[in-house]
């Protein structure tokens, strides 16, 4: 089906991301496992149906907590969505981490499978081969990619026969280098959904953001961040991840949903906002290779 359609649908705009649940590069060993599961659930209790995941994620021990988290609930509710890391995009390597993934999730079937960032090392005809692959197993039913820029896109769709369906990336009022190469409108243009990452900026912005978003959260009777999260999610063809572990952000979170900034204020948004140029390709965590995960 249409993954906009599909995704679309409610609080389905907004997604709970789960990296640093478990661990970051590697399980830790005091990280509370069970408020993460709590968590998870807690997100879907509150209609959040989609869960974003990677097996870079704590070396695979994420995606495990995720599959405790969602074990008993009804898959045909849920929407999962992985990603193959970028040390792992030969043509074996692609199949191997999409069954690796699956078994610590205990699912038969990932919803979509995201190339988590290019390897310029690796043909994209290569990975994109293993990509249509899965599809054809039956093991993905969707395919995506993660940080591509619109050449990069148009490069691996070139190899594959079927559409890709999404791009998650970097993106929020701070993080705007994805604007500046023309992203969001390459990928409206195909119909390819973007998927904002840390649209939050993990809260941290300048002074003068800080106070346009207060004014704009008393004129709304909103918390600050709720208006942040609006303005990416009033963007056309784009949805939200968020992360967190904690039911009162979570609730925060939802009450960016349901309403509409005016017109003006969005763009005041828009072209006042002190924005940086981060897009997040590249960026360390995502290209190099984690430490071996001893078990």
């Known amino acids: ?104 999730l205990g699912l038969k079937y990932l919803d979509l499978y995201l190339i988590h960032g290019p390897a310029p090392e690796v043909p994209l005809k290569e990975t994109m081969r293993a990509m249509a692959k899965l599809r054809e197993q039956g093991l993905i039913r969707n395919i995506g990619v993660s940080n591509f820029i619109p050449e990069l896109i148009a490069e691996a769709q070139k190899f594959c026969s079927y559409r890709i369906v999404n791009n998650q990336i970097n993106y929020s009022l701070e993080a705007r280098g994805h604007d500046e190469v023309g992203t969001l409108e390459y990928c409206a243009k195909n119909q390819i959904l973007v998927m904002a990452y840390r649209p939050l900026a993990k809260g941290v912005f300048s002074v003068e953001g800080q106070q346009m978003l207060q004014k704009l959260g008393q004129k709304y009777q909103k918390p600050p961040l709720a208006v942040a999260l609006n303005w990416v999610l009033g963007k056309p063809n784009v949805v939200a991840l968020v992360k967190t572990s904690n039911p009162q952000h979570l609730r925060e979170n939802l009450v960016a949903l349901g309403w509409r900034l005016d017109s003006e204020d969005e763009q005041a948004l828009d072209e006042r906002f002190p924005a940086g140029e981060t897009m997040g390709v590249g960026s360390p965590a995502r290209t190099r290779r984690p430490p071996v995960r001893k078990w």
């Open 1 to 104: 089906g249409n993954l906009v359609a599909v995704i679309s649908n409610g609080t389905a705009v907004l997604g709970l991301g789960t990296w640093s649940m478990g661990g970051r590069d590697l399980p830790d060993p005091d990280n509370d496992d069970e408020r993460d599961i709590a968590a998870i659930r807690a997100a879907f209790d509150a209609g959040i149906t989609h869960i974003d995941t990677a097996e870079i994620y704590a070396a695979g021990h994420t995606e495990e907590l995720v599959g405790e988290a969602i074990a008993d609930l009804p898959r045909e509710k849920l929407f999962i969505t992985s990603k193959v890391a970028t040390y792992h995009l030969r043509y074996d390597q692609v199949l191997a981490a999409a069954e690796g993934s699956l078994k610590r």
